[in-house]
């Protein structure tokens, strides 16, 4: 709902997502903000924003298929994957520009991802979400034994370059994942506010009254599952040209749920959530891995491994309590904040 | 109060909406509908009634695509849709509501009846993705549509609350509009007033009218009430234990013994 005294007066104001000149200037200064960010920290900060830059882009379609469209998707990283292995072997393979490259390996990822959609057609809930783990080991197997992607000694790729001019640089690099991102994350609001979206929430609310209202419920999973690993394989394709080193185990069953996790987090069924929840994800995992060493040195004992499992438990720990305590998440929390807000003193 | 009543004779040339001719459905060894046929013309009100278990809604599922029949065939506005998808079908112009509540309750009441312009609605993914433009010109001319739907429906102070926080009459009446945005060449109602104290079946019946005024489309309406059912239809189909037992004006059903013998049992048992 609007503030107080702010009416929309066109049907293009009422569906607007920015709706007063105060976000308009929020929106600005975040942006603002996101461009001069390179020059006011250092490059640690910088390649953890860039990684969380290229991961909201993964977080976003799994978004899109799971939070808008229900279809529970437990493969995102082998998605991602895709998308990373076949840039990595257009660009070190052919030399094929990034520009090219990017797109390519989201497009591999889409058709590798609407297979999967095609399975989930037929089944729903916790069984689909087992298919989707078989997309992990099915991307697994068949990296490591395909002719074209070094096995299982990885795909090494040559930085991105623009009109001779070498993307290399922590800044460049951050430019350009800011760049791409922002025109996804744009897209995808695009995207779930329009026919796609609605047709997506129908088929997640209740699939027989979609049908019956003139969407095809098949190609429209089918959709959903192609969107999300497009978006996965873009996500992909950007940490190709990041680390210029793409390997199997960068994206495991591991990395999927740490996905869910943000979606989860962030709340289910909206854009901004799922931004939010890799912001939230991608600090605690960074927290992690900054203070578990420091505490490791402190009490000598306890050993290195301690690090990495006391992230995972601590990740179940969230998942679970999210689950229990938020269920739709941190954006659904935050919109019942703000309507309480703007109806004050009124309870409705 | 209505708009036209449908002339009898033989002569009309008007196409009926809809024809279903010697439907057969069996789940095993249940007959759920035995050898029914039933016609709607061109902006006719019919009622379809009959006891528990009589085969109404197996009929509804089967006009709507959602079961197939395994004998006989339905026609609609002349063309075979028997064994076709539910989606097909309601992009070919039929529109059916639900027994009960299937809104989509996380939708606004406005996402839910745009759910219903889907398929006048043709902006691809791409087009979605670049939003401004043509999938925007395209969201603002279903917009009004949907609210000329809304103003109908006299739902405008709800138009943003999510369905799911509405009470059961307003779901109904949102169900109806999502219903009316397909633009239907006939609306199948599948028991619209159960569960509905007096004041919201008042209220329905007359959005029914309303509606039949405004399209001038064919309604079935699947319906329990009998009060309502003998106020509102033009003709009414009886189903008993999947056979199709009489047809005919209200005032000709309630004094039909097949009819009586059906609801009320023989007499001098």
Redesign the interface.
Known sequence: MDPAGVFATSFEADAALIRTRKQWLALALFALLLIALPWLIGPRLLAILTVMLISAVVAVGLQINTGYAGQINLGQAAFMGVGAYVAGALAAGWALPFWLTIPLGGLAAAAFGFAFGLSAVRIKGFYLALTTIAAQSLFHFSILNLPWFGGSNGVTLAPASLFGFELSSDRSLYYLCLTLTTVMVCGAFGIVRGRHGRAFIAVRDDDVAAGMMGINVVRTKATAFLIGAFYAGIGGAMWAYFVRFVAVDQFTLFHSIWFIAMVIVGGMGSITGALIGVFIIKAMQETFVTLGPSLVSYIPSLGGDIVYSVMNVFLGGVIAAFLIFEPRGLMHRWNIMKQSYRMWPFPY | MTTAIPTQSKADAVLPALVAEGLHLSFGGIVALNNVTIEIRQNELVAIIGPNGAGKTSLMNCL?G?YRPQRGRILFCGEDMTGR???AI??AGL??T?QGT??????SVI?NI??????H?H?S?LQ?????GW??R???RH??VA?EIIELLEIESIR?RPVGTLGYGLRKRVDLG?ALA?EPKLLLMDEPMAGMNTEEKEDLARFILDVREARGIPIVLVEHDMGVVMDLADRIYVLDFGKQIADGSPSAIQRNPAVLKAYLGERGI
């Open positions: 709507g959602f998808r539910e989606d309601a992009r529109a059916r639900f299937h809104a989509f309750p996380s939708l996402e745009m759910v219903g312009r889907h398929i609605m902006s993914i979605s993705f670049l939003h401004v999938a925007e395209e969201e603002t917009r009004e609210e943003h999502r397909q």
